[in-house]
C-alpha cells in the first residue's frame, strides 16, 4: 500500500497488492485491485491472469474465462493461461475444450507445474483412462513429492480396467 500511496499510478503494486489479499482470502478486495492494476496497464497480462484466478475462485466462473482469454490473447503462447483456461473449462463441465487448453499449455511448455495431473484429470472425466494413466505418471515423475497424481493414480487403477499394471509398469 505504501508503494501505491509513492505512485498511485504503478500497475504493479496494485496487482500485487491483489495477489497479497487473494491470499490472505480477502478476494473481494482482491478483485477490486486487480482491475484497478488492468485499469492502469490495459496491456496486463499477468493482471488479467490473476484476475481469471480471483474470479474462479469466487465463482465467476464466466467471467473467470473472459479475463483469462484475455491474457491469452495479449500472450498466446503463455502455458499458464492455457492451464487456467483448462482449470475453468474443466470447472464449467466443458470437459473436450478443457483437454484442448490443457494439451496447448502442455505443447507451449512441457514443465508446467500440475498440467499433466490435470491432463489426466479431465481424460479421466472423459473415459479415457488409459491415456490418463500416462499423464498421471509423468506428473509423478515431474514432481515427486506431490500426493495428488499418486492419489489419480491409484483411483485410476481402481475405477477402470487398468489393474492388469503392475506397480512396476507405473
Request: hydrophobic share 35%.
Amino acid at each position: 500500500r505504501k508503494a501505491i500511496d509513492i505512485e498511485p499510478n504503478l500497475a504493479n503494486a496494485y496487482s500485487t497488492l491483489g495477489l497479497i489479499l487473494k491470499e490472505k482470502g480477502h478476494l473481494f478486495e482482491a478483485e477490486i485491485q486487480t482491475r484497478k492494476a488492468i485499469s492502469l496497464k490495459q496491456d496486463f497480462i499477468d493482471g488479467y491472469l490473476n484476475l481469471g484466478l480471483i474470479l474462479k475462485i469466487i465463482g465467476k466462473s464466466e467471467e473467470a474465462e473472459l479475463a483469462t482469454r484475455k491474457a491469452i490473447e495479449l500472450d498466446p503462447n503463455s502455458a499458464d493461461g492455457y492451464l487456467n483456461l483448462g482449470n475453468i473449462l474443466q470447472d464449467q463441465g466443458r470437459l473436450k475444450e478443457a483437454e484442448l487448453a490443457t494439451r496447448k499449455a502442455i505443447n507451449i511448455n512441457p514443465d508446467i507445474s500440475d498440467a499433466h495431473m490435470n491432463l489426466g484429470a479431465i481424460l479421466k472425466e472423459l473415459g479415457k483412462s488409459e491415456e490418463a494413466l500416462n499423464y498421471a505418471k509423468k506428473e509423478t515423475d515431474n514432481s515427486p513429492n506431490k500426493q495428488a497424481p499418486y492419489i489419480l493414480l491409484n483411483s485410476l487403477l481402481r475405477e477402470s480396467d487398468l489393474s492388469r499394471y503392475s506397480t512396476d509398469q507405473i
